[in-house]
């Protein structure tokens, strides 16, 4: 079974920068993507950005473009999130997640995110 696990999350002030890191064994051959999804305390989990196969392909919230960054290494066995200029409103566990067909079914366990002056 796919396994996902992130790491680098932690407390930094706004305007800091932060890169999470997705460490993928594994993977699904059927895997078409990877992605992070965001939950807030209080809030329903949210999509960040997503890459497709090629790399070529990202996607991102309005809420991060221009500050995040999603990118890959090593085929799929590696996937970051570059977050730079972070706000107040970026606080919250981070999650990796691998799209098998259409469907983002598998899932890391989360890392924290803290934005605090």
């Known amino acids: 079974q796919m396994q996902l696990v992130e790491s680098g999350g932690g407390l930094v002030q706004p305007g800091d920068s932060l890169e999470l890191s997705c460490t993928v064994s594994r993977r699904s051959p059927r895997t078409t993507g990877m992605g992070w999804f965001r939950q807030a305390p209080g809030k329903e989990r949210e999509f960040v950005a997503s890459?497709?196969?090629?790399?070529?392909?990202?996607n991102y919230a309005d809420s991060v473009k221009g500050r995040f960054t999603i990118s890959k290494y090593n085929g799929d066995n590696m996937v970051y999130l570059t977050m730079n200029n972070l706000k107040i409103d970026d606080t919250a566990v981070y999650y990796c997640a691998a799209k098998i067909g259409n469907i983002w079914g598998s899932w890391g366990q989360g890392t924290q995110v803290t934005v605090s002056s």
């Open positions: 890459i497709d196969n090629s790399g070529l392909r990202r």
